[in-house]
Nanobody, 126 residues
Framework: QVQLVESGGGLVQAGGSLRLSCVAS????????MGWFRQPPGKEREFVGG????????YYADSVKGRFTISRDNAKNTVYLQMNSLKPEDTAVYYC???????????????????WGQGTQVTVSS
């Protein structure tokens, strides 16, 4: 079983950048499909982006496309979410998720990932 811990959240002004990290323990991340999700205050959890186990395939929600980038460093057992040009509507708790199923492309936006982190708060001020 893999355990996931997110970090890197915080308070940033609109237009700024943050990089979130998701570090895994217990298992190597190299075989896992990884996803990032977020839950804005008072709203449902929503898909942000995902990356295939190989790193070849990525998929993003329209709301973040062109601003957010997912990458993975299997040697460090870490997945990153680089967030640029942040907007107040990006304010949310951000979660990473992992699954052993080999998803790619639009399958990355599935919500039934098996493993989830506890989340990290991102607040974007206007």
């Amino acid at each position: 079983q893999v355990q996931l811990v997110e970090s890197g959240g915080g308070l940033v002004q609109a237009g700024g950048s943050l990089r979130l990290s998701c570090v895994a323990s217990g298992r190597s991340l190299s075989s896992y499909t990884m996803g990032w999700f977020r839950q804005p205050p008072g709203k449902e959890r929503e898909f942000v982006g995902g990356i295939s186990w190989s790193g070849v395939s990525t998929y993003y929600a329209d709301s973040v496309k062109g601003r957010f980038t997912i990458s993975r460093d299997n040697a460090k057992n870490t997945v990153y979410l680089q967030m640029n040009s942040l907007k107040p509507e990006d304010t949310a708790v951000y979660y990473c998720a992992a699954d052993l199923r080999k998803w790619a492309d639009t399958y990355l936006k599935r919500y039934d990932y098996n493993y989830w982190g506890q989340g990290t708060q991102v607040t974007v001020s206007s």
